[in-house]
């Protein structure tokens, strides 16, 4: 059994800041690539910033320079939001590869964590 469960988010004001974190949990083997991933009503899902074994990051366009994405050794990883605008009003869901001792690899995704900016 794998897991990934978010938390952090909230309501904000435009400019405001938010950290979001998800926490791996189960029969893990190794975790790979881990991202973040937002839905706003009505859209695509996109993604927003991802971060591989080794600390390599990557974010899209629209929050380069705002936000930072991390990991920690405990199978964590976190999205630190700074300059929220309200275009980044979203469902923000976790995913992230890993290795299973029963299931093999597994791309698994959390249930998401809502993030709502106010102008």
């Known amino acids: 059994q794998v897991q990934l469960v978010e938390s952090g988010g909230g309501l904000v004001q435009a400019g405001g800041s938010l950290r979001l974190s998800c926490a791996a949990s189960g029969s893990i083997l190794r975790i790979y690539d881990m991202a973040w991933y937002r839905q706003a009503p009505g859209e695509q899902r996109e993604l927003v910033a991802y971060?591989?074994?080794?600390?390599?990051t990557n974010y899209a366009d629209s929050v380069k320079g705002r936000f930072t994405i991390s990991r920690d050794n405990a199978k964590n990883t976190y999205l630190q939001m700074n300059s929220l605008k309200p275009e980044d009003t979203a469902v923000y869901y976790c995913?992230?590869?890993?290795?299973?001792?029963?299931?093999?690899?597994?791309?698994?995704w959390g249930k998401g964590t809502l993030v709502t900016v106010s102008s």
């Open positions: 995913n992230a590869g890993i290795t299973s001792p029963t299931l093999g690899f597994v791309n698994s």
């Open positions: 971060i591989t074994r080794d600390g390599t």
